[in-house]
């Protein structure tokens, strides 16, 4: 059974560099058909696409993050990661680790979420 | 970038039909996904390509794409389908969402 854990601070002081970790179990991230990303839900607010990684370390990003945002990959300890830089408190959002079908860009399964609040 | 306008609420009387709108140019020439999220929960996927519900989710949940609109429509609305609802496309290895219908049940 797949599960994906987000992990990492849940506070953050503005300037500085936001690092989340998601861990997935129940299936490889080296599988072909999937990508593995990362999407955030301000409070109150939307949905916004952070990027993508495919397991070759190719990565797709939201531009409009003005490449803060660094997507990873570990496959050997099947796990991924976010690191956003210069983070402001527009960055508070819940963080969530999904993954993605590479045929249709569609989430077929959500990590749970984590709250990461970026105040001094 | 590509965009996606959800109306930001819909009622619905239980048991009436629950109509939720997702507009975008030329959206007829991509693949439309929907997800429902309940408060406090991480969304889930309820309609794919348009038209294909995953296993689990009842056949009161459809969509249909034409146009510059795609809809998710659900029948039968139940109390327990209250939720927010974002739309989502998939735009030359992009991802973009709608910004949420918040669905409330009369």
């Known amino acids: 059974q797949l599960q994906m854990q987000e992990s990492g601070p849940g506070l953050v002081k503005p300037s500085e560099t936001l690092s989340l970790t998601c861990i997935v179990s129940?299936?490889?991230?080296?599988?072909?058909?999937?990508?593995w990303g990362w999407i955030r839900q301000p409070p109150h607010k939307g949905l916004e696409w952070i990027g993508s990684i495919y397991h070759s370390g190719t990565t797709y990003d939201n531009p409009s993050l003005k490449s803060r945002a660094t997507i990873s990959v570990d496959s050997s300890e099947n796990q991924f990661f976010l690191k956003m830089t210069s983070v402001t408190a527009a960055d508070t959002a819940v963080y969530y680790c999904?993954?993605?079908?590479?045929?249709?860009?569609?989430?077929?399964?959500w990590g749970q979420g984590t709250l990461v609040t970026v105040s001094s | 970038s590509y965009v996606l306008t959800q109306p930001p609420s819909v009622s619905v009387a239980p048991g009436k039909t629950a109509r939720i709108s997702c507009e975008g140019i030329n959206i007829a020439s991509k693949s439309v996904h929907w997800y429902r999220q309940r408060p406090g929960q991480a969304p889930i996927l309820v309609i794919y390509y348009d038209s294909d519900r995953p296993s689990g989710i009842p056949e009161r949940f459809s969509g249909s794409n034409s146009g510059n609109t795609a809809t998710l429509t659900i029948s039968g609305v139940e109390p327990g389908d209250e939720a927010d609802y974002h739309c989502q496309v998939w735009d030359s290895t992009t991802v973009v969402f709608g910004g949420g219908t918040k669905l409330t049940v009369l």
């Open positions: 999904a993954r993605l079908k590479t045929v249709g860009g569609y989430v077929d399964f």
């Open positions: 129940g299936d490889s991230i080296t599988s072909g058909v999937y990508y």
